[in-house]
């Protein structure tokens, strides 16, 4: 049962163009969102989180959206850059994550930035 | 200076062997994590340590026996390899929950291939 998924696994976009990432979740008690990048041969790296009690939350180039009724959310990168394509997983959880909080990933997009 | 290290980041072994992933933070988190990412590039938690405490235990196989010998190690030992056990794993690190800091900070890979 996968319950944070990420329908499109692949995403082309040229640079300086907006990036739109989506991911949808089941669980309804998931309140906290995060979003990893991760290159090839390396581990994700943290990019930018969201809890519940917001619908938007911005870091430079990066804005995640939270559409709760929808269980929805998406990332936006604006504007795109080629050191920019890597896959991306969002993850969700249930209270603050950590080590009594599981994070549940999704699957991943692969964002490719065209130059 | 790496934040989050794992050993070996390769590992081919037969079936039927007993092999140990090692991994280290420098960072002075609290938490330490144990992830497995499939063919299917589906990342998921298998264990999580706070303190050297186990507080998270999915329902992985009991042939993988995770051990922390002080707060800055997480040792993953896998018994009686089978060819399914075939993943990416990584480790990660998170300061304690309360910490406002909620990501996971994530070593580069080790992965294992059973033929």
């Known amino acids: 049962d996968q319950q944070v998924k990420q329908n499109s696994p692949s995403l082309s976009v040229q640079e300086g163009r907006i990036s739109i990432l989506n991911c949808d979740y089941t669980?309804?008690?998931?309140?906290?969102f995060l979003w990893y990048k991760k290159y090839p041969a390396e581990g994700p790296t943290f990019l930018i989180s969201?809890?519940?009690?917001?619908d938007k939350n911005e870091d430079g180039r990066f804005t995640v959206f939270l559409n709760k009724s929808a269980k929805h959310l998406s990332l936006h990168i604006v504007p795109s850059q080629p050191g920019d394509s890597a896959v991306y997983f969002c993850?969700?959880?249930?209270?603050?994550?950590?080590?009594?909080?599981?994070?549940?990933f999704g699957t991943g997009t692969k964002l490719q930035v065209i130059p | 200076d790496t934040a989050v290290s794992q050993t070996p980041k390769y590992l081919v072994t037969q079936m039927g062997n007993d092999k140990s992933i090692k991994c280290e933070q420098n960072?002075?988190?609290?938490?330490m994590y144990w992830y497995k990412q499939d063919s299917k590039k589906f990342l998921k938690i298998m264990f999580s340590?706070?303190?050297?405490?186990?507080?998270i235990n999915e329902t992985v196989p009991n042939r993988f026996s995770p051990k922390s010998p002080d707060k800055a190690h997480l040792n993953l030992h896998i018994n009686s390899l089978e060819l399914g056990d075939s993943a990416v794993y990584f480790c990660?690190?998170?300061?304690?929950?309360?910490?406002?800091?909620?990501?996971?900070?994530f070593g580069p890979g080790t992965r294992l291939t059973v033929t």
């Open positions: 990660a690190s998170s300061q304690d929950e309360t910490s406002a800091t909620y990501e996971q900070y």
């Open positions: 669980n309804s008690m998931f309140d906290y």
């Open positions: 969201i809890s519940s009690i917001k």
């Open positions: 993850a969700a959880s249930v209270g603050p994550p950590g080590g009594y909080q599981k994070v549940t």
């Open positions: 960072l002075g988190h609290d938490t």
């Open positions: 340590y706070n303190n050297k405490e186990l507080i």
